[in-house]
């Protein structure tokens, strides 16, 4: 099973609710990634997990707030949005191990509009 | 600090056509590169890999080769299909070190293949 799976695959959101992003692998990977692409850009990193600890902040604002409950699952919950953070947002995970193989796996995204 | 280029697009080619997209590299260690694709609507899937120097990726008919004295791995194809059109982003990672896998990603090169 190679395969990441992300919930919901659309969302729309008021700037005042309260919502989540989930993502889920199986492959025994360590290393979770949260990135955000906007349209016709590459993904941007925004978090890095490694063994359910977080690793990697690229200074992204408090309105968003990930979380790493097990080595399976990642969620993204997210407060408070402005519509510029519209984007499609994409899970993947990868082995964490020195000298491992580094590729990734990504998900097939949630797409979120801010309204 | 790890970076890639990539040659701008988009790039509009006949059927059967050949397919040379272009990307180097920056890296201050180990990296493995990718080739990613990107379908309209979709996440990332992983085209094809290398992970060090002279090693040849291939997949789908598509082949890029770990240049390490030019810090290249450009992707090529004999002869495109109209199901080829896609996004495609080249992409590095450390392996191992304090980046723990992250991608580099290229700006992307949207790619029509017209019948």
Partial sequence: ?115 | GDSVTQMEGPVTLSEEAFLTINCTYTATGYPSLFWYVQYPGEGLQLLLKATKADDKGSNKGFEATYRKETTSFHLEKGSVQVSDSAVYFCALSERGGSTLGRLYFGRGTQLTVWP
């Avoid at chain 1, 850009?41 to 997990?49: A, D, Q, S, T």
């Avoid at chain 1, 309105?63 to 080595?71: D, V």
């Avoid at chain 1, 993947?92 to 797409?111: H, I, N, V």
Wanted: hydrophobic residues 30%; glycine residues 4%; contains cysteine.
């Fill in chain 1, 1 to 115: 099973d190679t395969e990441v799976t992300q919930t919901p695959k659309h969302l729309v959101m008021g700037m005042t609710n309260k919502k989540s992003l989930k993502c889920e692998q199986h492959m025994g990977h360590r290393a979770m990634y949260w990135y955000k692409q906007k349209a016709k850009k590459p993904p941007e990193l925004m978090f890095v997990y490694s063994y359910e600890k977080l690793s990697i902040n690229e200074s992204v604002p408090s309105r968003f707030s990930p979380e790493c409950p097990n080595s399976s699952l990642l969620n993204l919950h997210l407060h408070a949005l402005q519509p510029e953070d519209s984007a499609l947002y994409l899970c993947a995970s990868s082995q964490s191990r020195w000298g491992a193989d580094t590729e990734a796996f990504f998900g097939q995204g949630t797409r979120l509009t801010v309204v």
